[in-house]
């Protein structure tokens, strides 16, 4: 049951009305701590790398640890490659086991969208079972090598959403709606919910054929959150959170034990600390208990 791609777990969260958190990771420690919380919580997973941490530890290497704690665990865990910009990494993340590819080409033309983001369909559905997630729009902020100023940030145009569903054959959509990737600003940042729920109606509307995510979720209020899961939001992509965590645990660690010198203790802080956050988000996304 543990090793799946996240398109049957996304349809079932959107007719649900709830949302799977896709947590983004840069170490083991990490990854066991998203792994234990959802397990504890009895929640549908996605654990998500972006290009950088694959490439550091190589994907091969990422895979093998996601696969050794998915396969133990009694819950359904998917793999994601996070906004890659790259098709051919993207294709060698798909042969290698990643379950779940985004291929982010929402910078490019148009036209040239569509085609990269075919490209990636085609060759992980031929594999069997791969889903891939394409975006419209920009996301504005900084994920991993990507960075994408407010004035470039560009929300997603409504009308070309169908088009753009039916030419690549994409299993997962992410609009831009005005979330942004980083820290907010702002306590209320302008999120255009309407948006949303119009191209939820657009795709979605005579039954769940492509599941919508939302970018990031790192300081949504609780009450947005729960907004565009009504609206048909269904994957929740969080990642500066639990870098912060990360970097704050291990910070307040050492500076806590400057004579200690057991790497191990360090960890099992920071363990502690990303279990905890992925605790809270999946009590707010509603998918605890939604893994038996
Ligand atoms: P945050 O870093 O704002 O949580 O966004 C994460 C994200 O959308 C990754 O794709």
Redesign the pocket.
Known sequence: MSIVNAKEMLIEATEGKYAVG?F?ITNLAQMAAVVDAAVDKKSPLII?T?VKPSKFYGRHVMVAIYRALAESAPIPICLHL??CTDVEYCKACADSGYTNIMIDASKLPFEENIRQTKEVCDHCHALGGISVEGELGT?G?V?DQIKIAEDEAALCNPSQVLEFIERTGVDLFAPAIGT???VYKTKNPKVDFDRLGNIAQLVNGNGVKVPLVV?????LPADYVTRLIELGGSKF?????LKHSLINKTYSYISEHRDEYDPGKVDAAVKDAIYEVVSNWIDMLGSAGKAI
Request: hydrophobic fraction near 20%.
């Open positions: 896709a983004n998500q972006s996070d906004h996301v902020g994920e942004a990737h980083g970018h990031g979720g790192t300081g992509n969080v990642s500066t959170e």
